[in-house]
């Protein structure tokens, strides 16, 4: 079976509907539920044409302090040339509707649905829906830090579909999760992945990671436990947890569980405050 991919359509609604949602906004975690990615709360960037996008995570004090992360939504004809205007910014592209067109390094690539892009800092890319349906798309933005004798990444463009899972031990296929990247690689100081279950999977304990991490629920549903609460999420909600804060999920059929997943790796842990600039 085709993977699925959830992607909001705006809208608002009417002045019947209950002000009740699963919304949550607390020191150690945040859920976002898709019932809050409404029209009133777009926003718009320089430079694109025909373009929105839903803003669910920025560095801010008490939230999201390593990365940002977009939904954005393109109208056919719509894009960019002028993508990025942040040179230290490296990005991570994941298209879950519609036809994208990435130009970068030179070469066009046409993204479908499943379809993933790295694209490392100082590259200049371009993005345009040439197609007649909207194109939908997160996009994953984050400072990059350079290590002395440690090389930048490359670009790199697939599909999710081009990748193997990678089974968690002991869960007999029930938990698994598909890399783009090999964790081994030090070039890289963030991790995209996708995290799936099948109905009934676990994680089995309660998670305590040093990595910030950033969760867009792609399909299915599933209880997850954040800090001392059990919340219920499921297709097109935003979960971000802070660094450490605990967690586990419990996948509740009748289908799959996936989630897109950030999270900051593979680099020391400050130990001063940093410039603007990233010196310290």
Known sequence: MSAQYFAPKGGHPDQRTLLTDRAIFTPAYAVIPKGTMRDIVTSFLPFWTGTRLWVLARPMTGFAETFSHYIMEISPG???????????????????????????????????????????????????????????????????????GVEQPDVIITNEQEIAPTVMPDTDGAWATTRFVDPGDMRHDMHVTIVSFKPGGVI?????????????????????????????????????????????????????????????????????????????
């Open 78 to 148: 719509g894009g960019s040339d002028r993508t990025e205007t942040d040179p230290q910014a490296q990005a991570v592209l994941f298209v879950v509707e519609g036809q994208a067109t990435l130009t970068v390094a030179g070469q066009t690539h046409v993204l479908e649905p499943g379809g993933y892009a790295y694209l490392p800092p100082s590259c200049n890319w371009t993005m345009h829906n040439k197609g007649s349906d909207p194109l939908v798309f997160h996009w994953i933005r984050k400072a990059y830090e350079a290590v002395p």
């Open 204 to 280: 089995p304990f309660l998670e305590t990671h040093v990595m910030e991490h950033g969760l867009y629920v792609l399909e299915g549903k599933a209880a997850y436990r954040l800090n001392n609460d059990w919340v219920e999420v499921e297709a097109g909600d935003y979960m971000w947890l802070r660094a450490f804060c605990p967690q586990a999920c419990y996948a509740g059929g009748p289908g799959d569980f996936r989630y897109l997943l950030y999270k900051d790796v593979n680099r020391h842990m400050g130990l001063r405050p940093l410039h603007r600039d990233g010196v310290a």
